[in-house]
T-cell receptor
């Protein structure tokens, strides 16, 4: 069973707009990670947030974590066509492995 | 600057045939993983390894075997391929500091079709 579930499943926006994706998970974690996957390619690690952190930034990415609600969000500001991809959250469940959600497909129109 | 390399990139098998997928990493990572990705299912963990000579089962291990004889290599075997094993297979590697698992480095994937 999937540890993380992303919402929405698909998102379409115009260039310049912000994109927000949400992730919910089921068990306690050490950290939560976000990945991007371009069509036909492998996943690329974007950002990691530890369980004792509430917010983290990396360039145009902003991640929040609410461990009391077992949820996280990924915000991409000022989206570009090149941000078109699938985005996955993954949690470690205090183990040696990551369990991935089903992903959000983001389409950014020029 | 190779990272994680998977071979082959594409393969078509007939039902009942066997094959081995190879994953090699040059980052001296202890942890290695095999996932499969199917449409609408996200990534599901098949098997993983926390060090040379170790292996463990993931969510969907049936029909697969693995070996980690060398730290840099992680092999995934299909003994008797079935159409249900048609998928894209991803290998990944990582390291750990204390209890914190670092981000994965993924390979580019192997697209396997079983007919």
């Amino acid at each position: 069973s999937q540890q993380g579930e992303e919402d929405p499943q698909a998102l379409s926006i115009q260039e310049g707009e912000n994109a927000t994706m949400n992730c919910s998970y089921k068990t306690s974690i050490n950290n939560l990670q976000w990945y991007r996957q371009n069509s036909g390619r492998g996943l690329v690690h974007l950002i990691l947030i530890r369980s004792n952190e509430r917010e983290k930034h990396s360039g145009r990415l902003r991640v929040t974590l609410d461990t009391s609600k077992k949820s996280s969000s990924l915000l991409i500001t000022a989206s570009r066509a090149a941000d078109t991809a699938s985005y996955f959250c993954a949690t470690d469940g205090n183990t040696d492995k990551l369990i991935f959600g089903t992903g959000t497909r983001l389409q950014v129109f020029p | 600057n190779a990272g994680v390399t998977q071979t082959p990139k594409f393969r078509v098998l007939k039902t009942g045939q066997s094959m081995t997928l190879l994953c090699a990493q040059d980052m001296n990572h202890e942890y290695m993983y095999w996932y499969r990705q199917d449409p609408g299912m996200g990534l599901r963990l098949i098997h993983y390894s926390v060090g040379e000579g170790t292996t463990a089962k993931g969510e969907v291990p049936d029909g697969y075997n693995v070996s980690r004889l060398k730290k840099q290599n992680f092999l995934l075997g299909l003994e008797s391929a079935a159409p249900s094993q048609t998928s894209v297979y991803f290998c990944a590697s990582s390291r750990k500091s204390g209890t914190a698992l670092y981000g994965y480095t993924f390979g580019s994937g192997t697209r396997l079709t079983v007919v």
